[in-house]
């Protein structure tokens, strides 16, 4: 049976704790005749212990210091066991650390805890006088903790200490059934007045008081006397006083279970709990108001582990921290998806229904261990987020594009009726890391030719469609590349939902408005180009090309937006030149065939594909320049193109090659006078 520890904690100074810790340990060794130990903790490691039982010899201050760089599987580490100081009068045993001691600075939460279970071995109750800031080592201590009891005195400031003690553990996800306060009443009533008796009220309201210790001016000396106070005067009130403090503390259930929170982690039913108190908790959080709260997420947390405390009996911190973290992110976040948001080694999270969420890192797909509650939690995320941009979802519009507010992470959702089995979120992230053309070489997405002509292709303002399939990397390309537009240039961007990320002091971003059942008004991409060539834009970037706007692209490339840019999904260079004619088509143009194809060589100088691999890896597979029509059909030219040369262990291998066809923008790169190797063309 290993020992039990119980904490006496304050962060303020001058209320006693001390003096609690030492005659709280003298009563448990009278009345219970087991072997205690007094482990001095105090700010700054203080040796108060000592004094107040004036031992003045400091060859008997036994310091924990001592093994702290000591291997815990050596014999030596386990001689902590019989080391401490040994105090004849009161029979307790006293340990201390120091500010002063040596390796101190070495001190950390794992070697605390294997000293405070080695030394659990050696005594049947561990009290541990902590006076300092809650830190990491603190924190570890009260988690071996059965009892944390806190001692204040009834005066403004230490009742105020008090309460911000008492808030910081429940943030910290202590369990309150552990934690309780003792009044120190050596303070006489004359002084105290309606400031401390209202903070007490406050007090009383968050922990009602578990004991209070009288006063009596004697007992420092009577104590020192023979060590025998309690038993020597059993009537005297601060004998009574420790009686009950003994006794409460003895029978505290959190300290007789102190070792049950162990096992709660396997055994407990979280989705059940949670949803047990989900109107609760709602009621609770809906009193504090966000917008003029501004430390609402610490207030929440509080309210989160107030409401743990009074549904459930849970004693494991761990246990109780994820349950905090869940219910916080469930109710105010974005629920279990925000952990893999903050993770950068996803790129992708597919939530295809409440308890299935899948993700994508380095190109392959899996499963979490990560759910919602419900179907209607994960819709109530789904409506958080494209609310905070201006989106809607509901039953008349049940899916929408969308953007991730904090960094414009593309996001599409769709309900029912549409999907079957209830709300389907996808969300595309964007990388937190700055990706260049650099990122895109040694990530053996393109060679250094491609990178030198594609910059060229820019500065000389070419018009440049890219071409991929989903997820290829298109939107990425686009914002690398505007890194190479002048900073004298006037850039607008336009999009469904603004994702670009352009790294340029003059951008104007535009994106479109939905229609929905309380307001008709649709703004179109198409409505947006229209309106953005009265812009006097130098350069025009369109996000992607679905429908009718590729017409209106067409036609601003042409006239005078020279060195504009935009995307689109097709498989090759020649498909995607056929797609933007079909989708010039549908608008319903009067235009024939050939002026289509008239507009698109005019407009389109270079087309840049994109692809994904099986493995995950993007490679720009083919650049190609528009060189006319020939028998109605438009005409291209690869300059570069990637050569697969095969798989192995799940990789693609292949080489990035020059065709040997020099492009004509040649002429043009040397008109703008824009410096580049006419080597990099020949075949390689």
């Given at each position: 049976?290993?020992?039990?520890?119980?904490?006496?904690?304050?962060?303020?100074?001058?209320?006693?704790?001390?003096?609690?810790?030492?005659?709280?340990?003298?009563?448990?060794?009278?009345?219970?005749?087991?072997?205690?130990?007094?482990?001095?903790?105090?700010?700054?490691?203080?040796?108060?212990?000592?004094?107040?039982?004036?031992?003045?010899?400091?060859?008997?201050?036994?310091?924990?210091?001592?093994?702290?760089?000591?291997?815990?599987?050596?014999?030596?580490?386990?001689?902590?066991?019989?080391?401490?100081?040994?105090?004849?009068?009161?029979?307790?045993y006293i340990l201390s650390l120091s500010e002063s001691d040596e390796n101190i600075h070495l001190l950390t939460p794992s070697s605390i805890e294997y000293m405070l279970k080695q030394l659990q071995r050696a005594y049947d109750y561990i009290i541990l006088d902590i006076g300092m800031l809650i830190n990491s080592i603190v924190e570890r201590i009260l988690d071996l903790s059965g009892i944390i009891l806190i001692p204040f005195i009834n005066d403004y400031l230490a009742i105020d200490k008090t309460i911000n003690d008492l808030l910081l553990l429940r943030s910290k996800n202590y369990p309150f059934q552990k934690i309780e306060v003792v009044e120190n009443m050596y303070q006489s009533n004359s002084s105290i007045n309606q400031y401390s008796s209202m903070k007490m009220k406050e007090l009383i309201k968050l922990k009602s008081i578990f004991s209070k210790i009288s006063y009596n001016e004697s007992f420092y000396s009577k104590m020192n006397e023979d060590g025998k106070y309690f038993s020597n005067y059993p009537?005297?009130?601060?004998?009574?006083?420790?009686?009950?403090?003994?006794?409460?503390?003895?029978?505290?259930?959190?300290?007789?279970?102190?070792?049950?929170?162990?096992?709660?982690?396997?055994?407990?039913?979280?989705?059940?709990?949670?949803?047990?108190?989900?109107?609760?908790?709602?009621?609770?959080?809906?009193?504090?108001?966000?917008?003029?709260?501004?430390?609402?997420?610490?207030?929440?947390?509080?309210?989160?582990?107030?409401?743990?405390?009074?549904?459930?009996?849970?004693?494991?911190?761990?246990?109780?921290?994820?349950?905090?973290?869940?219910?916080?992110?469930?109710?105010?976040?974005?629920?279990?998806?925000?952990?893999?948001?903050?993770?950068?080694?996803?790129?992708?999270?597919?939530?295809?229904?409440?308890?299935?969420?899948?993700?994508?890192?380095?190109?392959?797909?899996?499963?979490?261990?990560?759910?919602?509650?419900?179907?209607?939690?994960?819709?109530?995320?789904?409506?958080?987020?494209?609310?905070?941009?201006?989106?809607?979802?509901?039953?008349?519009?049940?899916?929408?594009?969308?953007?991730?507010?904090?960094?414009?992470?593309?996001?599409?959702?769709?309900?029912?009726?549409?999907?079957?089995?209830?709300?389907?979120?996808?969300?595309?992230?964007?990388?937190?890391?700055?990706?260049?053309?650099?990122?895109?070489?040694?990530?053996?997405?393109?060679?250094?030719?491609?990178?030198?002509?594609?910059?060229?292709?820019?500065?000389?303002?070419?018009?440049?469609?890219?071409?991929?399939?989903?997820?290829?990397?298109?939107?990425?390309?686009?914002?690398?590349?505007?890194?190479?537009?002048?900073?004298?240039?006037?850039?607008?961007?336009?999009?469904?939902?603004?994702?670009?990320?352009?790294?340029?002091?003059?951008?104007?971003?535009?994106?479109?408005?939905?229609?929905?059942?309380?307001?008709?008004?649709?703004?179109?991409?198409?409505?947006?180009?229209?309106?953005?060539?009265?812009?006097?834009?130098?350069?025009?970037?369109?996000?992607?090309?679905?429908?009718?706007?590729?017409?209106?692209?067409?036609?601003?490339?042409?006239?005078?937006?020279?060195?504009?840019?935009?995307?689109?999904?097709?498989?090759?260079?020649?498909?995607?030149?056929?797609?933007?004619?079909?989708?010039?088509?549908?608008?319903?143009?009067?235009?024939?065939?050939?002026?289509?194809?008239?507009?698109?060589?005019?407009?389109?100088?270079?087309?840049?594909?994109?692809?994904?691999?099986?493995?995950?890896?993007?490679?720009?597979?083919?650049?190609?320049?528009?060189?006319?029509?020939?028998?109605?059909?438009?005409?291209?030219?690869?300059?570069?193109?990637?050569?697969?040369?095969?798989?192995?262990?799940?990789?693609?291998?292949?080489?990035?090659?020059?065709?040997?066809?020099?492009?004509?923008?040649?002429?043009?790169?040397?008109?703008?006078?824009?410096?580049?190797?006419?080597?990099?063309?020949?075949?390689?």
């Amino acid at each position: 049976m290993s020992g039990k520890i119980i904490s006496v904690y304050s962060s303020k100074g001058g209320v006693g704790k001390t003096v609690i810790a030492t005659f709280l340990s003298s009563a448990f060794r009278l009345y219970t005749e087991r072997k205690i130990l007094l482990v001095d903790f105090g700010y700054p490691f203080s040796n108060d212990i000592y004094k107040l039982l004036k031992i003045n010899n400091k060859q008997y201050y036994k310091r924990l210091s001592k093994y702290i760089n000591i291997d815990p599987d050596s014999l030596l580490f386990k001689s902590i066991r019989s080391y401490a100081y040994f105090h004849d009068l009161t029979e307790i045993y006293i340990l201390s650390l120091s500010e002063s001691d040596e390796n101190i600075h070495l001190l950390t939460p794992s070697s605390i805890e294997y000293m405070l279970k080695q030394l659990q071995r050696a005594y049947d109750y561990i009290i541990l006088d902590i006076g300092m800031l809650i830190n990491s080592i603190v924190e570890r201590i009260l988690d071996l903790s059965g009892i944390i009891l806190i001692p204040f005195i009834n005066d403004y400031l230490a009742i105020d200490k008090t309460i911000n003690d008492l808030l910081l553990l429940r943030s910290k996800n202590y369990p309150f059934q552990k934690i309780e306060v003792v009044e120190n009443m050596y303070q006489s009533n004359s002084s105290i007045n309606q400031y401390s008796s209202m903070k007490m009220k406050e007090l009383i309201k968050l922990k009602s008081i578990f004991s209070k210790i009288s006063y009596n001016e004697s007992f420092y000396s009577k104590m020192n006397e023979d060590g025998k106070y309690f038993s020597n005067y059993p009537d005297d009130h601060f004998t009574k006083s420790f009686d009950a403090l003994f006794s409460k503390t003895y029978n505290h259930t959190a300290l007789i279970n102190s070792r049950d929170k162990e096992v709660e982690d396997d055994t407990f039913d979280i989705d059940k709990f949670k949803l047990s108190i989900t109107k609760e908790l709602q009621d609770a959080l809906d009193k504090i108001d966000e917008k003029i709260d501004e430390e609402f997420d610490k207030r929440a947390i509080i309210e989160i582990s107030r409401i743990i405390d009074e549904t459930s009996s849970i004693k494991s911190r761990k246990l109780r921290t994820r349950l905090v973290k869940e219910l916080f992110q469930e109710k105010l976040k974005l629920g279990p998806i925000e952990d893999l948001l903050d993770d950068p080694s996803i790129s992708e999270i597919m939530v295809n229904s409440f308890d299935k969420i899948y993700v994508e890192r380095k190109g392959i797909i899996e499963l979490t261990d990560k759910k919602f509650l419900s179907e209607s939690s994960l819709q109530k995320v789904i409506e958080t987020i494209v609310g905070k941009v201006n989106r809607k979802i509901d039953k008349k519009s049940p899916m929408v594009d969308a953007r991730l507010e904090k960094d414009g992470s593309r996001v599409n959702a769709v309900i029912k009726p549409i999907s079957v089995k209830g709300p389907v979120l996808t969300i595309r992230k964007f990388t937190k890391e700055y990706v260049n053309i650099q990122s895109l070489i040694k990530n053996n997405s393109m060679n250094l030719q491609i990178a030198d002509f594609l910059k060229a292709a820019v500065k000389a303002k070419l018009n440049i469609l890219i071409s991929g399939s989903t997820g290829s990397g298109k939107t990425t390309l686009l914002n690398i590349l505007s890194e190479y537009i002048s900073i004298e240039e006037r850039i607008v961007t336009i999009e469904d939902s603004a994702e670009l990320n352009l790294k340029h002091p003059h951008v104007v971003t535009l994106e479109t408005k939905p229609q929905t059942p309380d307001d008709k008004n649709e703004i179109t991409i198409r409505d947006i180009v229209k309106n953005a060539l009265r812009m006097r834009p130098d350069r025009i970037i369109v996000g992607e090309c679905r429908g009718g706007e590729a017409l209106d692209m067409l036609q601003a490339m042409g006239t005078g937006h020279s060195g504009s840019m935009t995307s689109i999904h097709a498989n090759s260079t020649r498909d995607a030149l056929s797609r933007i004619e079909t989708l010039v088509m549908f608008v319903g143009s009067e235009l024939s065939s050939k002026a289509i194809k008239d507009q698109i060589v005019a407009a389109i100088d270079i087309i840049v594909q994109i692809k994904r691999f099986k493995d995950g890896s993007r490679k720009i597979v083919q650049v190609s320049e528009v060189t006319g029509i020939e028998d109605d059909f438009i005409s291209t030219g690869d300059i570069f193109i990637y050569k697969q040369t095969g798989e192995k262990f799940d990789k693609t291998f292949g080489d990035f090659v020059a065709t040997g066809n020099p492009p004509k923008c040649w002429n043009i790169f040397r008109e703008k006078n824009i410096d580049i190797d006419k080597e990099i063309f020949w075949k390689s």
